[in-house]
Structures are given as C-alpha cells and as structure tokens.
C-alpha cells in the first residue's frame, strides 16, 4: 500500500502549538503527532458512541471535567440517531 501526502493550512501560531506538543510529547515529526493524535481521536468517538463520557479525573479532590468537543458531540449524536432509527 502507497502512503498519500496531505497538506494542511494553518497559522504560524498554530504551528508552533503543534511544534510544542512535539517537543512535550517527545515526537520528532508531524506524521508521528498526527498519527497518536488520530490513534486518541478514534479511540474517543468510539468511547461516546458507546455512550461513555471522556474526563479528566481529579482523584486527590474527587472531581471530573468532562471533555466538551464539537466532534465528539457529533459522534454521540450520530449514536443516538442512529439507535432512533433502529427502534
């Protein structure tokens, strides 16, 4: 299988946020942030389409905040479309 090559747009400012994910994350190209960044996302829709929420989780003060996205609002929506359709 052939890799395709992609090209995105995006402000310098931007790309400097994705450059500093790079250097935090200790990842040496964009194909490699790009991948784990899809790896997450996949991994997320399939959470809420299963009707799961994605939080971040304070163990110390028993707190949770809940990750709000458009997409993954999207993709539970779909969920819940979709089990309407089925009944």
Do not use: F
Not at 26 to 32: E, F, L, Q, V, Y
Not at 65 to 74: C, D, G, K, Q, Y
Request: one cysteine or more; hydrophobic letters at 40%; glycine letters at 4%.
């Amino acid at each position: 299988m052939e890799n395709l090559r992609i090209q995105i747009d995006v402000s310098p400012q931007k790309l400097a946020e994705l450059e500093e994910l790079m250097r935090l994350c200790g990842i040496t190209t964009k194909k490699d942030l790009i991948n784990n960044a899809l790896t997450l996302l996949q991994w997320a829709v399939r959470q809420v389409r299963n009707g799961r929420t994605i939080a971040s989780i304070d163990e110390k003060e028993g707190r949770y905040r809940e990750l709000e996205m458009p997409i993954l609002s999207a993709a539970a929506g779909e969920r819940a479309e979709s089990k309407l359709a089925a009944s």
